[in-house]
């Protein structure tokens, strides 16, 4: 998109001239779903803007550096901000695209998203140009000469929509007096580094390969030629593909999905039950779930977004109540290490692919950590689990090769898979054994088949179906089932 816009705001081209450069020179032919959202977004923007006082575009990047002391000695700090930049009649302008709706009437604004609002204002009452390449770790940046501004202003696009929301407009005295009372502290802490966090953004950070939180397993996925770009992927995405490759393609374009169609019962029953437990596992200090941690009500109960009621809501009442029978945290200390919902991540370099995956509960007891899957099923089905639920065999490999902080490549500290089964007969845990040479042998077949037919695709040609009445992409995509014929 911001190609597309360069093409029409400094090369002077139309919007159908600008589309069809874009098109011919990209290194590789964009996907077609990638076009339909990329034209519609330029249209969106345009729209958005067209009645705003006429701005001229300003191709460099704007950037400020601010002296600290730390411990007495002066530390140079850059500042830049990301968007569209605009200058003129004394007004400085930062438009910043967004995918969705700007339209703010449904909520408020969050303290992180208002810090970064002012950082930007301030960030852009004292701009310089930035003259060199783009930022390198320990390269300072080379800017242009300071010229003052009467006026700033903030402004988020809505591309999907053509709304406009203006986030900050004043003096940068004012722009100065915001940043100090809402960013500041902020913008400390930030520079002062903290914690890890692993998790579906590491896939897009150029840092990955030297991160201490992201292990690298060489060979992991058991797939090699790198893409053109590095990408991440988890089993979902492996689901999504065999769906449809294109979903999978939007999925981590990260294009504006739509509302899916209405989720089935069992579903959201399911959603509501793993969010139940989610909540019980994230209490402080921690406890085991009893049977009273059920909801009261069995006709009628929701628990953040899942409602359920009738049928449903009585079975997974029924479940809620019966994962206290096999409850993990029994016997824990009220300070044990317990994680719902954490996210373990390593990086394949072979492949250059980061791996994801999403566990329902990671927790220690004594020296040994656990992960558990648990899966809210009608009745039980004695299949293998690794075929049924493959995230069983990806999460075997992590365990194995010291995805778990804490535990080594070699996996001797200690990590073991659990399967947790809610069913309308009862509860039903099994647990997979990591030391098992003929079971990990069988997961890492199964990862290698997930990922071999994702990774060696190049061109995600669409797999229309009657699933394309619960895409949430299928508005971008041209070869959707049931597209009207020109």
């Known amino acids: 998109m911001y190609t ?4 029409i705001e400094f090369d002077r081209l139309s919007l159908e001239e600008a589309l069809t450069k874009w098109r011919h020179d990209s290194r590789r032919r964009p996907h077609p779903g990638l076009v339909q959202w990329t034209e519609h977004a330029v249209r969106g923007y345009l729209a958005a803007v067209a009645e705003s006082a006429p701005l ?21 700090h850059e500042e830049t901000v990301t968007g569209r930049r605009y200058e003129g009649d004394g007004i400085r302008e930062l438009r910043i695209p967004r995918i969705k709706s700007v ?19 301030a960030v852009l009452a004292d701009a310089r140009p930035v003259l060199s390449s783009r930022w390198k770790p320990e390269q300072r940046l080379t800017l242009g000469r300071f ?6 202003r903030v402004v988020e696009i809505g591309c999907v929509d053509a709304s406009r929301n203006i986030l900050f407009e004043g003096t940068p005295e004012e722009a100065h007096h915001r940043y100090v009372r809402t960013a500041d502290e902020r913008v400390r802490a930030v520079k002062a580094g903290g914690g890890y966090h692993p998790g579906q953004e590491c896939g897009t950070c150029e840092l990955v390969d030297v991160c201490p939180a992201v292990p690298s397993r060489p060979g992991f996925l058991g797939v090699d030629s790198p893409p053109a770009q590095r990408r991440s992927w988890s089993m979902t995405t492996a689901r999504t593909y065999r769906t449809c490759p294109a979903r999978a393609h939007f999925r981590d374009l990260f294009l504006p999905g739509a509302d899916a169609a209405e989720d089935s019962a069992a579903t959201v029953r ?28 069995s006709e009628r109960w929701r628990v953040g977004r899942w409602e359920v009621s009738g049928f449903q809501a009585r079975l997974g009442t ?20 317990v994680y719902p919902e954490r996210s373990l991540v390593v990086h394949d370099p072979e492949a250059d692919v980061v791996v994801v995956a999403k566990t329902d509960l990671l927790y220690r007891r004594t020296d040994t950590w656990f992960l558990r899957e648990t899966k809210t099923i009608r009745s039980l089905d004695e299949s293998d689990p690794l075929v049924i639920y493959p995230q069983l065999a990806l999460a075997l490999l992590l365990a194995r090769e010291g995805a778990v902080p804490g535990t080594t490549e070699d996996g001797a500290t200690g990590c073991r898979v659990e399967l947790e089964r809610l069913t309308g007969s009862g509860p039903v845990v099994t647990e997979l054994d990591g030391d098992d040479g003929e079971l990990l042998a069988q997961a890492r077949q199964i990862v290698t088949d997930h990922a071999t037919p994702w990774h060696a695709d190049e061109e995600y040609v669409a797999n229309p179906g009657k699933h394309c009445e619960t895409c949430p992409f299928s508005q971008w995509c041209p070869d959707r089932a049931g597209k009207s014929a020109a």
């Open 103 to 121: 339209d703010r009437r449904s909520g408020g604004r969050t303290e992180g998203e208002l810090a970064e609002t002012a950082l930007a204002a």
């Open 56 to 76: 001229a575009p300003v191709s460099r990047q704007w950037a400020r550096q601010r002296t600290d002391l730390e411990d007495g000695v002066p530390v140079v």
């Open 147 to 152: 010229t003052p501004t009467a006026h700033v």
């Open 4 to 7: 597309v816009l360069d093409l």
């Open 318 to 337: 029924q479940m809620v109540g019966d994962h206290a029978l096999v409850c993990p945290l029994d016997g824990l200390p009220g300070d044990a290490q």
């Open 270 to 297: 399911g959603q509501a039950v793993h969010a139940a437990i989610e909540e019980l596992h994230g209490r402080s200090p921690v406890r085991a779930c009893v049977s009273t941690d059920a909801p009261a009500t």
